[in-house]
């Protein structure tokens, strides 16, 4: 087993990391093969159980109840999930989520193989989300433990690329591979990657987290100082309002109605490509935002950028081909690049470094928790007003939130300095 060894006494810092070659190190190796088989999946995931839902219900009521259960559960753990990784191995915190999501995905498999009742895949759903919202603050730190110096931006710029070459081939592989043998076979290739990525982790032996102190805050007392900050923010709390206005319509509306319209038109293989589409235009402006100088004052023009990322639902809407669908994601995909990396940019800047991750999992929570509701509610306003309705009303508004929180005096104020 690869360790990172560390000095007697010193159980907070690892030591003999590798300043220019993070591959070198076996640590950071065993995790980028690691996080790399578990992102392929997981962006094959959503076409696949998508399509596999529809497949054994025909129903897209069945969808939201099962995106939802998903959501719903992941959005609840993502406030703990921050106090849980800040206070033990982050590696084995990896491991035993990686673990569980690998079973429950290969469960999830099987109910879909073998035409079971749908009403099983809720629980393995729920659980799947548990998994995730322990997962994604854990992934926040743990770099830091693996690499050290100038290999850190190496490192992140590896993880990156790895992500987006997920991002543009696990949809269209999804898709490919559930229109021509089944939803389920696409998840159980998930829970592969899963259960590899969980014997990757197994490798890496990172240090004992160093005792607490006594004075040390509770988790809820951290939590409360980060809620105390969020909210006398005007700047962090009207952006987290309109991502949850824009989740709870655009992004919930076309989690359903994306697979439910396109099952009968382009079907699941379109369905991937199209958000493949969304990957290259991310992977693109990736590229480009790192050759240039971000703008003095980045938020307005930001958030009046992320308007576009509606688009796709509009389109959708519209029953607008595979072409101008495509060319839609691509755009929502650069706009949102976009707006990610000033975000990331701003918040670094603006807020302090011990309250980063507090007020960071805020943000997440009050942005999230309203997307089950737009799952939820898609198919119930689509059997009232019709689907086209739907599209352009969830459109419309997530554009409109975004466009009205880019007039807030604050948000218009923030500036970063590039010098």
Not at 155 to 160: D, E, G, P
Not at 208 to 218: H, I, N
Not at 357 to 363: L, P, T
């Amino acid at each position: 087993m690869a360790e990172v060894e560390t000095p007697d006494g010193d159980d907070s810092e690892p030591r003999h990391l590798p300043t220019d070659r993070p591959l070198s190190s076996p640590p950071f190796r065993w995790f980028f093969i690691g996080r790399s088989v578990s992102l392929a999946g997981s962006f094959m995931s959503p076409v696949a159980l998508s399509f596999g839902v529809l497949e054994i219900t025909g129903s897209g009521a069945w969808l939201s109840a099962v995106l939802a259960a998903a959501v719903i559960p992941m959005v609840a753990t993502m406030l703990i999930g921050g106090g849980i990784a800040d206070r033990y191995r982050r590696d084995s915190v990896l491991r035993l989520t990686s673990l569980g999501a690998g079973i429950t995905q290969a469960g999830v498999a099987v109910v879909l193989l073998t035409h079971q009742r749908p009403a099983l895949l809720l629980p393995l759903a729920a659980l799947n989300g548990v998994f995730q919202g322990l997962t994604t603050p854990t992934l926040r730190g743990i770099l830091a433990n693996l690499v050290s110096g100038r290999a850190l931006q190496q490192a992140s710029s590896q993880l990156a690329s790895a992500g987006n070459t997920a991002r543009i081939l696990g949809p269209s592989a999804a898709g490919f591979l559930t229109a021509s043998a089944g939803g389920g076979w696409a998840i159980a290739a998930d829970a592969a990657t899963f259960l590899a990525a969980a014997a990757c982790f197994a490798r890496i032996s990172l240090p004992g987290r160093p005792p607490r102190a006594a004075d040390d805050p509770s988790m809820l007392s951290a939590l409360a100082e980060g809620w105390k900050y969020f909210r006398t923010r005007t700047w962090i709390w009207s952006v987290t309002l309109a991502f949850a206005i824009f989740n709870a319509t655009t992004m919930g509306f076309w989690q359903v109605l994306g697979p439910v319209i396109t099952n009968d038109t382009i079907g699941p293989g379109g369905w991937g490509l199209a958000l493949s589409a969304r990957g290259v235009g991310a992977l693109l402006a990736g590229l480009i935002l790192v050759k240039i100088p971000i703008m003095r004052r980045p938020m307005t023009p930001a958030l009046t950028a992320m308007a576009l990322a509606a688009l796709p639902l509009i389109l959708l809407g519209a029953s607008s081909n595979l072409a101008w669908l495509m060319t839609a994601t691509f755009i929502a995909g650069i706009v949102a690049e976009f707006f990610t990396f000033v975000w990331v940019t701003v918040t670094n800047t603006h807020i302090p470094e011990r309250l980063l991750s507090r007020v960071g999992a805020h943000d997440e929570f009050w942005s999230f928790l309203s997307l089950p509701v737009g799952q939820i509610s898609a198919s119930a306003l689509t059997e009232a007003v019709g689907s086209t309705t739907v599209a352009y009303a969830g459109g419309g508004i997530g554009a409109a939130a975004m466009l009205l929180t880019a007039l807030v005096p604050s948000l218009r104020r923030i500036e970063i300095n590039n010098k």
